[in-house]
């Protein structure tokens, strides 16, 4: 499929969103009825995997509950919110371990337990979030004025911060709002200010990870994570910090912010420019030969766009263009609208030097969602 990067189309072309957004609903009320009490990560051979039992804790676990949210708030159909509760409740096990708790609370309880009280304003579910922000603001590392990324063996990673926790970003922003207690915003402030300084480069590309001395605060290195090498340019990473730092503007205004989405966004699109494919691979400077996807960043930086797009009105087209491109795309040759298999997307990548690549991941199924939902006007607000 061409892709084609055009700037002068209407913010109103959304026609196709709409028939995208009936066939996701006709494949998620088939899904929902034979998910039982499963939290999925993937789907082999079209049938989702369970998380439950065994990796209850696992990052991803809110994104399936936020998909019955989202469905539930575009279809009001009980059958939707039945199973999108069901979730939130399992997920109490993973509230109950410290272990399991880290800076990825914002991925597991926004879509889940932060839905449900913008939906039904659940004491439970506020009970939930605030649990889950105070367990957040209590890694944030005062010296060098970051989150703490990961768990780990006591004296291991405790200086390790992610691009990925711009994400996490607004459970601290939304407790403050519903606290009124700036403690959480000053955090997260905090938080965005360090990755706009040691994460972002000059070019607008992002690192994955920043290892701070957890003692003093000092920068130590970067490194590759999950993307190919210390320097590259892992395309999630990427994405995450194109909607992170949209997200750190909405939430607090702040034009520094957006203007780093914008470089973020602006790198993003020029990469793609530089490839012959409409296909976002793993890291950007993947060799040409090697021929990875990776739809979850296709679908996360397409939330990001959109958001951007919205933000900047007409300066912003550009940005609302490509991402009906990777939407298309996505829709075209990445993705299973079939009613009797399980998931989305079909060609994901979980990082550049594991053996997982081109398999369904939910978290792209739930940003695909989520983007098609905003172009229809279905979108519930999450972050
Ligand atoms: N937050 C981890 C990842 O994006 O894979």
Redesign the pocket.
């Given at each position: 499929m061409e892709f084609e990067f055009k700037s002068e189309k209407m913010f109103d072309d959304n026609g196709y969103a709409f028939g995208l957004s009936e066939k996701i609903k006709a494949k998620m009320r088939e899904v929902v009825k034979r998910s039982g009490d499963k939290i999925p990560y993937t789907a082999e051979n079209g049938v989702f995997d369970d998380q439950t039992g065994h990796n209850i804790c696992w990052?991803t676990n809110g994104f399936f509950g936020g998909m019955m949210w989202q469905m539930y708030n575009a279809t009001h159909e009980e059958a939707f919110r039945d199973k999108a509760l069901r979730i939130e409740e399992q997920l109490d096990e993973n509230l109950m371990n410290a272990e399991g708790l880290d800076h990825?609370n914002g991925?597991k309880w926004l879509p889940t337990a932060g839905a449900d009280y913008t939906l039904t304003g659940s004491r439970a579910s506020l009970n939930r979030l605030r649990l889950a922000a105070d367990n957040m603001l209590g890694r944030f590392n005062i010296a060098g004025s970051f989150f703490r990324a990961w768990n780990g063996e006591p004296g291991t990673r405790a200086g390790w911060a992610?691009i990925?926790c711009m994400m996490n970003l607004p459970l601290l922003y939304r407790m403050s709002d519903l606290q009124k207690d700036p403690r959480y915003r000053l955090a997260a402030i905090k938080h965005a200010d360090t990755a706009m300084k040691f994460f972002v480069r000059e070019d607008g590309s992002v690192n994955h990870i920043v290892e701070f001395d957890p003692a003093t605060g000092a920068f130590l290195k970067t490194q590759g994570g999950?993307g190919m090498a210390v320097g590259s340019t892992w395309t999630?990473?990427q994405a995450?910090a194109v909607y992170g730092f949209t997200l750190s503007y909405i939430h607090t205004g702040r034009k520094d912010y957006l203007d780093t989405a914008v470089k973020a966004a602006d790198f993003f699109l020029r990469s793609m420019k530089d490839r012959d494919t409409a296909d976002v691979p793993v890291d950007f400077l993947q060799p040409r030969d090697i021929l990875w996807e990776d739809g979850?960043a296709a679908a996360i930086v397409s939330c990001g766009l959109l958001e951007l797009s919205r933000i900047l009105g007409t300066k912003g087209i550009e940005y609302r263009v490509f991402a009906d491109g990777l939407i298309k795309e996505l829709a075209a040759s990445n993705c299973d609208f079939n009613p009797s298999t399980d998931n989305l997307l079909t060609k994901c990548s979980?990082?550049y030097n594991s053996k997982e690549h081109d398999f369904p991941i939910i978290y792209g199924d739930y940003y695909f969602m989520e983007a098609v939902f905003k172009l229809t006007g279905e979108e519930l607000f999450i972050w």
């Open positions: 990052w990825d991925f992610i990925d999950q999630r990473g995450w979850t979980a990082s």
